[in-house]
T-cell receptor
Framework: AQTVTQSQPEMSVQEAETVTLSCTYDTSESNYYLFWYKQPPSRQMILVIRQEAYKQQNATENRFSVNFQKAAKSFSLKISDSQLGDTAMYFCAFGAPGAQKLVFGQGTRLTINP | KAGVTQTPRYLIKTRGQQVTLSCSPISGHRSVSWYQQTPGQGLQFLFEYFSETQRNKGNFPGRFSGRQFSNSRSEMNVSTLELGDSALYLC????????????FGPGTRLLVL
């Protein structure tokens, strides 16, 4: 069974700073997908970024980028030029093809301070 | 394109009752997955439906069941409610058979008294 671990329960940074959220996972699958989702106080789960394991290039979406280390089973999220609207719970999730089932980490509560 | 919708948004029930939650996926999406979110257990997978068939099921008791209709809308039912069933229930939809990205609805918050 796959497991996902987020070792930082809470983080806090100042607006405009860069912050990195950590995620490690365990799997015996060779092909899989990794996601970062954001859940603001409204509780709506919003996709931030997605990474396919077969791609060596790290995914980027505007201010969001990942550092995917397949051998180390590590998948960190970097948020550049952080904004107040980035305040949310961030969840790392693992998905294996065909399963249509995401395994989530426990989340990191990120606060961006003005 | 409209997002995933869930109804109702909030529910209060008492122990022993049953409840039905509804999820309408994004137009064109055929897979619907359900998750339970609690402070203690986090996000846990309940089940997934595709073309009216349950393809995958999480580790939940048989009191939790679901179904999917021909228009891809899905319902989830919990019978004989327990206090521990109080949670946010999230529905997510995706296109089809591969691990497409799942897009989530706003959730239904269930409180069992």
């Amino acid at each position: 069974a796959q497991t996902v671990t987020q070792s930082q329960p809470e983080m806090s940074v100042q607006e405009a700073e860069t912050v990195t959220l950590s995620c490690t996972y365990d799997t015996s699958e060779s092909n899989y997908y990794l996601f970062w989702y954001k859940q603001p106080p409204s509780r709506q789960m919003i996709l931030v970024i997605r990474q396919e394991a077969y791609k060596q290039q790290n995914a980027t979406e505007n201010r969001f980028s990942v550092n995917f280390q397949k051998a180390a089973k590590s998948f960190s999220l970097k948020i550049s030029d952080s904004q107040l609207g980035d305040t949310a719970m961030y969840f790392c999730a693992f998905g294996a093809p065909g399963a249509q089932k995401l395994v989530f980490g426990q989340g990191t509560r990120l606060t961006i301070n003005p | 394109k409209a997002g995933v919708t869930q109804t109702p948004r909030y529910l209060i029930k008492t122990r022993g009752q049953q409840v039905t939650l509804s999820c309408s996926p994004i137009s064109g999406h055929r897979s619907v997955s359900w998750y339970q979110q609690t402070p203690g257990q986090g996000l846990q997978f309940l089940f997934e439906y595709f073309s009216e068939t349950q393809r995958n099921k999480g580790n939940f008791p048989g009191r939790f069941s679901g179904r999917q209709f021909s228009n891809s809308r899905s319902e989830m039912n919990v019978s004989t409610l327990e206090l521990g069933d109080s949670a946010l229930y999230l529905c997510a939809s995706s296109l089809a058979s591969g691990l497409e990205t799942q897009y989530f609805g706003p959730g239904t918050r269930l409180l069992v008294l």
